[in-house]
């Protein structure tokens, strides 16, 4: 059985098959399943110091984040003075790791800098996106638990809580 098909025809019709395939790939890649935060306990309140990381791993084990206390109010942040915030500590731009110095977070690659008060908002540099905030919780004993990411983790196709 022979098809007539014009050429014209077959790539109108391959253009519009290609646009359907990689249209459905990419929004299964934008929209997260239901993922598994898991609360994990990050630190207590006592341990903390004001401008001291600690630096731990979430939501996995393959996520280096920050936790830090600013000595100031933050967005997001918990703690009686809501200054003790948490990050992904790797940079927005290219996944380069960051450093906490002078109550913001440096890449020290190409010197993005980001305000943990705000959001983790990019202020200098080539990173054009904010830090992924981890969400933090605090239990009556004063125990820090991370609960769930708040932005897209460099270097993953899916990381973020369906709205």
């Known amino acids: 059985m022979k098809l007539n098909v014009s050429r014209r025809t077959f790539v109108g019709g391959s253009i519009v ?90 890449c020290k690659c190409h010197y993005s800098m980001f305000d943990p008060a705000k959001n983790g908002q990019t202020y200098q540099g080539h990173a054009s996106e904010w830090l992924p905030q981890i969400k933090l919780s605090v239990d009556r004993r004063g125990n820090i638990y991370a609960e769930a990411v708040e932005g897209l983790v460099w270097g993953r196709a899916i990381n973020l809580l369906p709205k």
């Not at 990050?42 to 920050?66: C, G, L, Q, T, W």
């Open 17 to 106: 098959l290609g646009t359907l395939l990689v249209s459905h790939r990419f929004a299964k890649a934008c929209v997260a399943p239901s993922l598994p935060y898991r609360k994990k306990k990050i630190a207590s309140i006592r341990d903390v110091k004001a401008h001291k990381p600690i630096m731990f791993n979430y939501p996995d084990e393959n996520s280096p984040a920050v936790l830090v206390k600013i000595g100031r109010p933050a967005i997001g942040g918990v703690g009686p003075d809501k200054d003790i915030v948490a990050f992904s500590a790797l940079c927005t731009h290219q996944g380069c790791p960051l450093q906490y110095s002078k109550g913001r977070f440096v």
